[in-house]
């Protein structure tokens, strides 16, 4: 009986050890040395992003410069933030996710879409564009075509879409029958078949479609501004791009989507988005990241 106390010293010391070293582990909120990614950033002024090398979100430039929409807008996000240097990690897309869980970088600049599965392993910011479809039209859109369903309905206009596109997929759904729909092999094949009334209006998403216009440079054509998304299934095909940062930096996700918000509501976010091809049509509006993954 008399080695209790002993006993009772040893065990009192162990749980001591336990919750020291436990301690110096630091919160998922914090680095090693107790600084959470926003505090290590803002200190040090710089922060590193990852990015796939895709057009017009994130790449490089010929001379090395990183650039693209989403560099541009988290770029005069940081600046607000204080933090000034932004230093590019290249990865490809499928990396992105496990090499920002990695800590390779701290966040994920790639204009990456928002979905349910891959919020469930990163924390997006709210979106700072939208993607959906879109269509072109002869100037003055003689068939007042504004929706799939306008095409559908109207009984002979033909619309030319990519062989292999979604597209192809989202007409049909949407009642274009088959015989209507001119495969093309790309845009420009889509472009000419419009130019040459073979075709009435052509399709791609939002971007593709601007593109096309602005390579074209043809007064004749137009793109229709007030086109309604098409409903597959009862789901908008309507994708959200927003950057991403690891759950535990809750803080500087927070942080990032105040400023974010003074973007939009400046105009600024609008002037960022059109400087790589986007237009009004392609603004987020008021959705947030939880309207989309609910």
């Known amino acids: 009986m008399k080695k209790l106390p002993m006993l009772r010293t040893l065990l009192v010391g162990m749980l001591a050890f336990s919750v020291f070293a436990l301690g110096g582990c630091g919160s998922s909120e914090t ?22 090398n895709e ?6 430039t010929a001379d090395g410069e990183l650039t693209g929409e989403a560099v541009e807008i988290a770029r005069a996000v940081l600046k607000e933030l204080g933090i000034n240097e932004m230093q590019g990690e290249l990865t490809e897309f499928a990396s992105l996710i496990p090499g920002l869980q990695a800590k390779r970088f701290d966040m ?4 990456m879409f928002i979905t349910p599965d891959r919020a469930e392993q990163v924390s997006f910011a709210n979106p700072e564009y939208s993607i959906g479809e879109a269509i072109a039209v002869k100037k003055g859109n003689p068939l007042d075509l504004h ?3 306008d095409i559908a309905k109207h009984g002979t206009a033909k619309v030319a879409v990519p062989g292999g596109a ?12 088959k015989d209507r729909i001119v495969t093309v092999p790309d845009m420009p094949a889509a472009l000419a078949a419009l130019q040459a009334g073979r075709a009435d209006v052509i399709t791609a998403t939002g971007p593709s479609i ?8 043809d007064p004749n054509l137009e793109r229709v501004m007030d086109f309604t998304q098409p409903v597959i299934d009862g789901e908008s095909v309507r994708g959200y791009g927003a950057t991403a940062f690891r759950h535990e930096d809750s803080d500087f996700r927070e942080a990032f989507n105040a400023e ?9 976010l609008l002037k960022i988005l059109e400087s790589f091809g986007f237009t009004e049509q392609e603004l ?11």
């Open 31 to 52: 680095n090693g040395d107790g600084m959470s990614t926003l505090a290590k950033a803002k200190e040090k002024g710089t922060v590193t992003v990852g990015f796939a």
């Open 55 to 60: 057009k017009p979100y994130a790449y490089k």
């Open 108 to 111: 994920v600049t790639a204009g």
């Open 147 to 149: 929706s799939y369903e």
């Open 166 to 177: 979604i597209e192809y997929d989202y007409l049909v759904a949407s009642g274009v029958p």
């Open 210 to 217: 601007q593109a096309t216009l602005d390579t074209a440079n």
């Open 260 to 268: 974010l918000q003074k973007l939009k509501e400046s105009g600024d």
């Open 284 to 294: 987020p509006g008021d959705i947030t990241v939880q309207d989309i993954i609910k």
